[in-house]
T-cell receptor
Framework: GQNIDQPTEMTATEGAIVQINCTYQ??????LFWYQQHAGEAPTFLSY????GLEEKGRFSSFLSRSKGYSYLLLKELQMKDSASYLCAVRHRSNDYKLSFGAGTTVTVRA | IAGITQAPTSQILAAGRRMTLRCTQD?????MYWYRQDLGLGLRLIHYSNTAGTTGKGEVPDGYSVSRANTDDFPLTLASAVPSQTSVYFCASSDSLSTEAFFGQGTRLTVV
């Protein structure tokens, strides 16, 4: 099994930086995903980490430490459209594509 | 446009009724999933299928059944709906060639 924990809510100002932490405990690990979900919409893929380190993709970066069971999603130069829920998810094994999700972090960007 | 489609978009259902939520993908993905999303609980896996002809139970399978007769379709059936099955249901698909799972637009189900 696995436990995936992330903060429930975060608030930040437009143009600022926000870091969303995710910790996990899992019996098997084959990658960590971050998804973005706007209210009333489907989750959309943001990033994927399977090796330790930082993956940068424009204003969004994701970091993974497998030994610590820890990841973060960094959102830079926040825009109002970044107000959404951010979901951390873990894939268990290489021959099994299932994802287990955390409860999500709702980020509110204020002007 | 390639993708994953769910139907219906929303439904109000009387308790005790049978209901099938439809999901179709045209990306030829091996694996398909059904999740439910409830406030404060996030996405929870109901059932999954790693390949056509096989299915498996997820985290919250009770009261639901699935079938995978072919690669494209993965219907979810509620045999006798109960109010606790009120939720937003998401179908998703992926395979070994795609690192991400693609989600349908969701079905908002209310059981009264």
């Amino acid at each position: 099994g696995q436990n995936i924990d992330q903060p429930t809510e975060m608030t930040a100002t437009e143009g600022a930086i926000v870091q969303i932490n995710c910790t996990y405990q899992t019996s098997g690990f084959n990658g960590l995903f971050w998804y973005q979900q706007h209210a009333g919409e489907a989750p959309t893929f943001l990033s994927y980490n399977v090796l330790d380190g930082l993956e940068e993709k424009g204003r969004f970066s994701s970091f993974l430490s497998r030994s610590k069971g820890y990841s973060y999603l960094l959102l830079k130069e926040l825009q109002m459209k970044d107000s959404a829920s951010y979901l951390c998810a873990v894939r268990h094994r290489s021959n099994d594509y299932k994802l287990s999700f955390g409860a999500g972090t709702t980020v509110t960007v204020r002007a | 446009i390639a993708g994953i489609t769910q139907a219906p978009t929303s439904q109000i259902l009387a308790a005790g009724r049978r209901m099938t939520l439809r999901c179709t993908q045209d990306m030829r993905h091996n694996a398909m999933y059904w999740y439910r999303q409830d406030l404060g609980l996030g996405l929870r896996l109901i059932h999954y299928s790693n390949t056509a002809g096989t299915t498996g139970k997820g985290e919250v399978p009770d009261g639901y059944s699935v079938s995978r007769a072919n690669t494209d379709d993965f219907p979810l059936t509620l045999a006798s709906a109960v109010p606790s099955q009120t939720s937003v249901y998401f179908c998703a698909s992926s395979d070994s060639l795609s690192t991400e799972a693609f989600f349908g637009q969701g079905t908002r189900l209310t059981v009264v």
